[in-house]
């Protein structure tokens, strides 16, 4: 199977080239995927700049059209291999009333002419250092075109992210403008490099004047180089561009070395892990979580979640080790109830665990949804026999005649208690004696502010209020956090300190309230777009599973991340803390999160965001 992280690898024009199609062809027989070049002749600079007569100056500006002697690109011919390159002398930050007004009238005519070829992309060379009137006129200018992109280039220094994304914030994350990131000699440190993983990078430039000679005369990258290469390659799979000198630095040089390079680093990436496979396909894509109590799981959900091997090779030693415990000298029946079986996998671990330990158990399967539990009867008939009593209830409200030694669940979500496991095992816990041990014994949520504009402008295309207080399963790929996650709150099993009613089912739902503020320290500029959610669980005693990323079990898929957006993107000074008050609220019909942040530095508050989803009015969890 081809590695989803192959890159294209496309020449970028050092100069003006009258013959497009010969400088076309022979990219494309060195082996180039596409070629980007400019539009427009240097004549065509002459109506910028305003040196034109001035009857002519008049005439282009009141209806704006090339001259065939202006144009590189004169038809259509090589639109589907070409990037048009804008001209390089807009002055959108010029003093000059009649330079901005002419560079605005340029840009939108070359965009117009790019649209007309059917070109997919567009590239701005550069970025200047005042951007509010080009963030202005490219905002306006790209609703003119349909589906033609336009690549602004920025290099990779400590100062281009924040004109970046003070242009990007003042257009509004507009969706068709991204950046062609420029490598230059000297790289930032690793913390900036990182802001640019967050950012909607569509190429990557590396020039020829990046490159060292080998010991063999090749041109290669440094090190740090190539190592942020393969990052991006690997997390933002963007259009590769190179340059190719007039005469080669290196003594082994030839015209196709330098693509050669990178195709040989984008071949050579990590190999991709389990939990990278069982996810391609679903880098960055929302989904919305389950709803367990509401809605029965369908089988392919139930199989999916199955296919993790991790998971279960950690309740098997967790049901392992509550065996040994529970009965160390091999005299007892431990009864052991499996809750909320699905098809059964705990079950097979709760079996296995028994064998292994040489321990003897009673064992329950319980389930509520009426067609899983048509697959724990096939498995009673056809494997399990009289080893396994199946019970078809809900383990809230079912009534049992004895009580268990040991209870098992897979309950948790990807914030641990997003899918209602509080709840459940409230409820079940009842079945447990009094010295009994619950499998899960504990799990806690995690956040840390998170950066992506990936992510924001998924939440955004639907439009409405609705999706920006909703959170989503996510497999985070073009995501920086903008500090490292803490805890928030966590939940134990058996829990024996809240109220209960004649049936010991919980008099109310008042104890499994939470509310946390964590503080986050940050240390460099970054753009806000929302809260990153992890969990990790204590099945028994030291064996854990965890999507917390410093104690992330190695190949467990079963859960991706959680993503809490935030309605406005908010900015992060440099020495900023960021202040997170996170609540888990209910009622008698439902469970809610409801999220704010606020940004000080000192003891200013710079920014405050509205409290997100109050009264779950957009998202909750039915019980």
């Given amino acids: 199977m081809s590695d989803p992280r192959a890159c294209p690898v496309g020449l970028l024009a050092t100069d003006y080239y009258d013959n497009i199609k010969t400088f076309v062809n022979a990219a494309m027989e ?17 109506f910028i700049e305003g040196t034109a007569p001035k009857d002519a100056m008049t005439t282009w500006r009141n209806s704006p059209v090339f001259d065939r002697d202006d144009l590189l690109v004169t038809n259509a011919k090589h ?13 959108f930050d010029s003093d000059d009333q009649e330079l901005r007004t002419n560079s605005e009238l340029a840009l939108k005519q070359e965009l117009a002419w790019a649209t007309h070829l059917g070109l997919l992309s567009v590239m701005l060379p550069c970025l200047p250092k005042n951007v509010a009137n080009l963030a202005r006129a490219l905002n306006g200018a790209m609703t003119t075109v349909s589906y033609t992109q336009l690549w602004v280039q920025v290099p990779v220094d400590g100062a281009s992210w924040q004109r970046w994304n003070r242009m990007h914030m003042l257009a509004d994350h507009n969706t068709k403008i991204h950046v062609a990131l420029k490598l230059t000699s000297d790289l930032p440190a690793d913390d900036v490099l990182d802001q640019w993983i967050a950012e ?113 090779q950690q309740y098997e030693e967790a049901v392992y080790r509550a065996l040994l415990d529970r009965d ?90 997003n899918e209602l496991s ?51 399963v996510v497999m985070f790929q073009q995501t920086c956090e903008l500090a490292e996650s803490e805890a928030l709150w966590t939940f134990s099993h058996p829990n024996k300190t809240f109220p209960v009613c004649d049936s010991s089912n919980p008099l109310n739902n008042q104890h499994n309230g939470r509310y946390q503020q964590v503080s986050f320290d940050v240390d460099k500029p970054m753009t806000m777009h929302g809260l990153a959610g992890y969990f990790e669980s204590v099945l028994y005693k030291d064996v854990m599973i965890s999507i917390h990323p410093t104690t992330h079990s190695p190949g467990m898929f079963s859960w991706f991340p959680i993503f809490f957006p935030l309605l ?56």
């Avoid at 639109?79 to 002055?91: C, E, K, P």
């Avoid at 095992?425 to 956040?447: E, H, M, R, V, W």
């Fill in 79 to 91: 639109a589907d291999m070409l990037v048009g390159v804008l001209a390089a002398w807009y002055a």
């Fill in 328 to 417: 160390p000298d091999d005299k007892l029946t431990s009864v052991v109830m499996v809750v909320g079986a699905g098809r059964g996998p705990l079950v097979d671990c709760c079996l296995r665990a028994s064998r292994l330990a040489e321990r003897k158990v009673r064992l329950y399967a319980l389930e509520k949804n009426p067609n899983a539990f048509v697959t724990l009867q096939n498995k009673k008939e056809e494997e399990w026999l009289d080893d396994v009593d199946l019970i078809f209830a809900d383990m809230r409200t079912w009534k049992p005649s004895h009580q268990v030694d040991i209870l098992v669940s897979e309950l948790l979500g990807s914030f641990g208690d």
């Fill in 200 to 312: 909607p990078v569509k190429a990557l430039i590396v020039p020829h004047d990046v490159f060292i000679a080998n010991s063999k005369g090749y041109p290669v990258l440094p090190k740090r180089h190539q190592a942020f290469v393969k990052k991006v390659m690997d997390k933002l799979r963007p259009n590769i561009l190179v340059t190719v000198p007039d005469v080669p630095p290196c003594a082994n040089a030839v015209p196709s070395s330098y693509h050669e390079y990178v195709r040989h680093l984008n071949r050579n990436l990590p190999e991709l892990g389990a939990v990278d496979m069982f996810a391609t396909g679903y880098q960055d894509y929302l989904q919305a979580p389950l709803q367990p109590l509401m809605d029965n799981l369908d089988n392919s959900t139930y199989e999916t979640f199955e296919r993790d091997p991790i998971k279960y």
């Fill in 30 to 46: 060195d082996g180039h995927d596409f070629v980007a070049s400019p539009l427009a002749q240097p004549s065509f600079r002459r």
């Fill in 422 to 472: 509080p709840e459940c095992l409230d409820g079940a816990q009842k079945f447990l004696k009094d010295d009994g041990i619950s499998i899960p014994a504990n799990y806690t949520a995690f956040c840390a502010p998170l950066a992506s504009t990936k992510l924001h402008n998924e939440v955004a295309a639907y439009k409405d209020l609705e999706h920006f207080e909703t959170p989503y």
């Fill in 568 to 623: 406005s993107p908010m900015q992060v000074p440099g020495g900023a803390r960021v202040i997170v008050d996170f609540w888990r609220l209910s009622d008698t019909k439902k469970v809610w999160y409801e999220w704010a942040v606020t940004i000080r530095i000192d003891d200013d508050d710079i920014a405050i965001s509205p409290l997100h989803n109050p009264g779950g009015r957009s998202y909750w969890v039915g019980l």
